[in-house]
């Protein structure tokens, strides 16, 4: 796999607040199973959870630690449905495919829960998020946005006018907002160690420091990492991001993107809760959004900013701390104590691809900026089609994967042409 790795977990505050999770040895020498689950993120470990649970021998690959990855860094946020709604689903690609992918879209969140419950995971989850507009022309899309999700039957929505968001975040910057009551947030690297211990409980192998050097196509399938190889029936790919070298067929129609996180340092109660009385997370409604939300011990983590290719900037507390003083101008006088950055997978279309290679190696990535639900929805829809339930990866296999205008080459400088129109329309409130 020609990327490269820190030795260890970024960082961050949820690396430093993380629950105890056993350091499991590298593959050395062969070993078999029904299923080999290349990437141990939120995509793998709820794939092999998913199979485990229905009988498989799986083993996971992982060139890390479980969550290394944006699984273990992102925002936290549990936000139904996909980085594009159904409407753009409809209008570009049919009312059968809005219906299929629509019929999904809360699921992800649904599967989080019964796995924090069923396997008893300690993660922070709390629920409630909050999307808040900047601007008239934002307000309009949330009001839109309410009324299309409750085409698709979703009922816990409530608007919110200008002086009713001051009730759940205390800044001027808003002018309405739409909370989403079944939402929420959570500590995701915590989320995904605690899955991967439910694996693991039910025969499934995970080894760490494993990243996969090659994938020898056929039956069975063999995949090679330094210290060994796993001969399986069937591969899924769980990389996103960081898969890079080991699945042509698969490269070029994505784009890694940057994103960075800082979290203050603990402040105290009534400070907190006069930030966010309710404890929602939030993120406003801007091409490049900020996100944000309170921890269990009161900091305050926020994140925003994209950049494109999957560059870190020098200093990110420089980038990160204005936005956050741009919305609570009032923090001026706190500590950043964590920042840190993540890779995400971004297509062309902000869909997820879902498909198969060869017949017998799947994989789903490119989730673009919303994979804390839709990932976990992976996963079960992996598991399905493994045991001759197709139609539901189909709908999302059957989306197209488009390459990038330019290429590799020019990919990252379009982009950022178009997010530097995106920004301005912002600005304008356009």
């Not at 009988?55 to 549990?78: C, D, H, K, M, T």
């Not at 629920?127 to 307000?139: I, R, V, Y």
């Not at 279309?349 to 900026?369: C, E, H, T, W």
């Not at 990932?375 to 488009?402: K, N, Q, S, W, Y």
Request: overall charge negative; proline content about 4%.
């Amino acid at each position: 796999m020609s990327v490269s790795f820190e030795p260890d977990h970024a960082a961050s505050w949820y690396a430093a607040t993380a629950n105890p999770a056993p350091e499991r040895p590298a593959l050395a020498g062969e070993v078999s199973c029904d299923v080999c689950v290349v990437g141990a993120g939120f995509t793998g470990i709820s794939a092999a959870l998913h199979l485990a649970e229905r009988g498989f021998s799986v083993v996971v690959l992982e060139a890390v630690r479980v969550g290394y990855g944006a699984s273990g860094r992102n925002g936290g946020q549990i936000v139904n449905s996909y980085s594009r709604d159904m409407d753009v689903i409809e209008e570009k690609y049919g009312a059968d495919t809005a219906r299929a992918l629509g019929d999904m879209a809360f699921e992800g969140n649904r599967i989080i829960r019964e796995r924090v419950e069923r396997y008893a995971i300690d993660c922070d989850l709390r629920d409630g998020n909050l999307f808040a507009a900047c601007n008239a022309s934002q307000m309009r899309g949330l009001r839109e946005h309410q009324a299309l999700w409750e085409r698709y039957g979703y009922r816990e929505l409530e608007l919110l006018d200008g002086e009713a968001v001051k009730r759940e975040v205390d800044s001027e910057r808003y002018t309405g907002a739409l909370v989403d009551h079944g939402g929420g947030h959570l500590h995701p690297l915590n989320l995904v160690l605690g899955q991967a211990a439910a694996v693991e409980s039910l025969g499934g192998r995970i080894y760490e420091y494993s990243p996969v050097t090659g994938v020898a196509h056929g039956e069975p399938v063999v995949v090679r990492t330094a210290g060994g190889r796993v001969r399986a029936d069937r591969v899924v790919m769980a990389g996103n991001a960081y898969l890079k070298g080991v699945l042509p067929e698969i490269e070029g129609k994505s784009m890694p993107c940057g994103t960075q996180i800082i979290t203050t340092e603990p402040l105290d109660e009534a400070r907190a809760r006069a930030l966010i009385p309710n404890g929602l997370a939030v993120e406003d409604c801007n091409y490049l959004l900020d996100y944000y939300r309170l921890t269990r011990d009161n900091r305050l983590l926020y994140g925003g900013g994209v950049n494109y290719g999957g560059s870190d900037p020098a200093d990110i507390e420089s980038v990160i701390r204005p936005k956050m003083l741009t919305t609570f101008p009032s923090l001026d006088d706190v500590k950043v104590d964590y920042a840190w950055s993540g890779t995400f997978l971004m297509t062309l279309n902000r869909l997820p691809q879902f498909g198969v290679v060869n017949g017998n190696v799947y994989y789903a990535q490119g989730y673009s900026g919303h994979g804390v639900t839709c990932t976990h929805l992976a996963g079960r829809l992996i598991a399905e089609v493994m045991t001759g339930r197709e139609e539901r990866f189909d709908a999302f296999a059957g989306l197209p994967h488009l390459p990038f205008p330019g290429g590799r080459l020019l990919r990252v400088p379009l982009s950022a042409i178009g997010a530097w129109y995106y920004q301005t329309r912002d600005r304008l409130g356009i």
